[in-house]
């Protein structure tokens, strides 16, 4: 499909949306377009797709970057009406950048590089993402604080934003510090226990809750004890298919988590296509702020290529072939023929749902 939905002056009716006035609009609908067609985080890849000369191109980003801030544009697309919001870290690799201020080392103490923890709402089996916070185990070091305090800065920016709708996260935030942290700040929350940390969950009166069920079985208890400290309560499920049970500890009712959860499981692999498909695992700039501007102008890309996507693919695909892609994949990678009537229609529906994504009155399709 020769990719007229992802030119600059269409891409430009999105970006007037979230950036303050019409130049910085203009000129960040052509960064997005490029970031589009090049499919890459990288200036130099991206000021090759753009149209005009790749040099200007560059010093072109660079000063856009340096003058704007797409990080608060991004957080114009929190929807109100979403039921939860999903954070889901990724480790971003960057083994030849051991100078750069903000690489660190990943998880395994070896490999270099830093973590991204985007947040988002669920759209159609999908995530778009509308905040995100970086950082590593330099930027920790360096900054004296500690894993669990930039878990806590990230909500401590969104706690007025994001009201009671439950923060949906994975294993890695399961732990008595942030559990603690949440309850505290009135924090609705459905995380994943990690079992494999053996932290205790205790019944009221001191007994151990037993963490055994058979496939099939469903286990929901309230008002239990994480480390017999923290008041929570508790689901577990097994099911068909799976290798172990699903434990989720949450503040809200355990029948409702688990179905949160479970769609949480489905709109994970949407992440994923940022880095297969755009390639955020790829970027590369000299200093942290400049390189969060960088990731914030991925995600706005991410977000306009997933709706533009899902629009083509309920158009195209039927039965079968409908699961078989993704949004962004289709809008990028597959040919699909289209009229111009179609591709405006597409544009259109698109635009009027970004609209109400900004400013409100969206209906959810989780």
């Known amino acids: 499909m020769d990719n007229q939905l992802i030119r600059a002056e269409k891409i430009l009716r999105f970006t007037e949306m979230i950036f303050d006035t019409g130049r910085v609009a203009e000129k960040a609908a052509s960064i997005i377009a490029g970031i589009l067609e090049a499919c890459s985080s990288r200036i130099s890849a991206i000021s090759h797709a753009m149209k005009g000369n790749p040099e200007s191109n560059s010093k072109f980003i660079q ?16 929807r109100e009406q979403t039921p939860f919001v999903l954070g889901d870290p990724t480790e971003i690799e960057r083994p030849q950048a051991g100078k750069t201020s903000y690489v660190g080392k990943l998880k395994d103490g070896k490999t270099k590089g830093f973590l991204a923890l985007p947040l988002a709402f669920p759209y159609q089996g999908r995530a778009i993402p509308f905040h995100f916070i970086t950082y590593s185990s330099r930027t920790i070091q360096k900054e004296s604080t500690s894993r669990n305090r930039e878990h806590f800065r990230v909500i401590e920016g969104l706690k007025g934003m994001i009201g009671d709708k439950p923060l949906v996260m994975d294993r890695e935030f399961s732990y008595e510090g942030l559990f603690e942290y949440l309850v505290g700040k009135r924090v609705r929350f459905v995380i994943r226990l990690n079992t494999g940390n053996r932290a205790g969950i205790y ?21 239990v004890f994480y480390r017999g400290k923290v008041e929570v309560n508790l689901a577990g499920e097994w099911g068909k298919g799976f290798r172990e049970p699903l434990w989720i500890i949450t503040t809200i009712e355990p029948e409702e988590a688990l179905e949160i959860y479970k769609a949480r499981m489905k709109i994970e692999q949407s992440f994923k296509d940022l880095k297969s498909l755009l390639h955020l695992d790829k970027i590369m700039n000299k200093n942290q702020e400049t390189m969060e501007k960088m990731v914030a102008m991925m995600l706005i890309a991410y977000a306009i290529g997933i709706l533009l996507g899902e629009a083509i693919r309920q158009r195209v695909y039927q039965g079968k072939k409908f699961n078989c892609y993704s949004g962004l994949f289709v809008l990028l990678r597959q040919r699909v023929f289209l009229s111009r009537e179609s591709l405006n229609q597409i544009n259109n529906q698109v635009y009027s749902l970004f609209t109400e994504i900004v400013l409100g009155n969206v209906p959810t399709f989780v």
């Open 203 to 223: 019944h009221p009166d001191g007994e151990k809750v037993k963490l055994n069920i058979s496939p099939g079985e469903r286990v929901c208890l309230k008002g």
């Open 63 to 78: 000063r856009f970057l340096k003058a704007n801030d797409p990080r608060q544009a991004l957080m114009h697309l929190y």
